[in-house]
């Protein structure tokens, strides 16, 4: 069965919906996502998620610890916890801090994304249909050569926009 994303212009008027395969790579099928930077409360390490080997057009490729589409009519503040609950099972009223906006651009994606970030160490219930596990990474691993291959474009994008914020985890 077909995935279908809302779609939005650049200045976020929702236009209808689109096959998630047309979505990817095309520039003119925008769609709103939120992503959710995990810092453990401790040690600042950041969580991410390592996709599925089966899973669309990045597979096994780590990615930032939560992100998702907006659904219709949702804010990015209902779309972030909803993604919460159904990514990592975090419910409940947890304190989100809204760090920057970016529109991400590339070959495979047109995103608008509002990133958040959340200080929690776990546990975590993550979705094993569409993750196959998380772990936090200190900031010498973020930086690795040999793990940044392995990251997908846009995590490399907020990484570098976190370092930039000065948001980025320090060495402890």
Same mark, same amino acid.
């Given at each position: 069965?077909?995935? =279908? ?14 096959? @998630?395969? *047309? ?6 099928? $925008?769609?709103? #996502? ?11 390490? $950041?969580? +991410?998620? /390592? @996709?599925?080997?089966? /899973? ?17 009519? *949702? !804010? %990015?503040? #209902? ?11 975090? #419910?409940?009223?947890?304190? +989100?801090?809204? +760090? %920057?906006?970016?529109?991400?651009? &590339? !070959? $495979? ?6 990133? =958040? ?6 546990? %975590? ?5 569409? $993750?196959?596990?998380?772990? =936090? =990474? ?7 050569? *040999?793990? @940044? ?6 995590? +490399? #994008?907020?990484?570098?926009?976190? /370092? /930039?914020? &000065?948001?980025?985890?320090?060495? @402890?």
């Amino acid at each position: 069965m077909a995935e =279908f994303f809302d779609i939005y212009d650049e200045n976020g008027n929702h236009l209808g919906v689109a096959p @998630r395969n *047309e979505c990817h790579g095309n520039p003119a099928l $925008i769609h709103c #996502t939120v992503h959710i930077v995990v810092f453990h409360p401790e040690t600042g390490e $950041i969580l +991410l998620q /390592k @996709r599925r080997m089966d /899973k669309d057009i990045q597979p096994g490729k780590w990615d930032t610890a939560v992100g998702g589409h907006l659904d219709a009519g *949702e !804010d %990015f503040i #209902t779309a972030a916890r909803r993604e919460l609950a159904e990514e990592l099972g975090i #419910t409940g009223s947890v304190q +989100l801090l809204h +760090l %920057f906006d970016s529109k991400i651009r &590339n !070959d $495979i994606e047109s995103e608008n994304v509002r990133v =958040f970030a959340l200080s929690h160490a776990g546990p %975590f219930a993550y979705q094993a249909s569409e $993750i196959d596990g998380v772990r =936090f =990474f200190a900031a010498a691993e973020l930086e690795d050569a *040999e793990w @940044r291959n392995n990251f997908t474009p846009n995590l +490399l #994008t907020e990484l570098a926009e976190l /370092k /930039k914020r &000065n948001c980025y985890p320090s060495a @402890r």
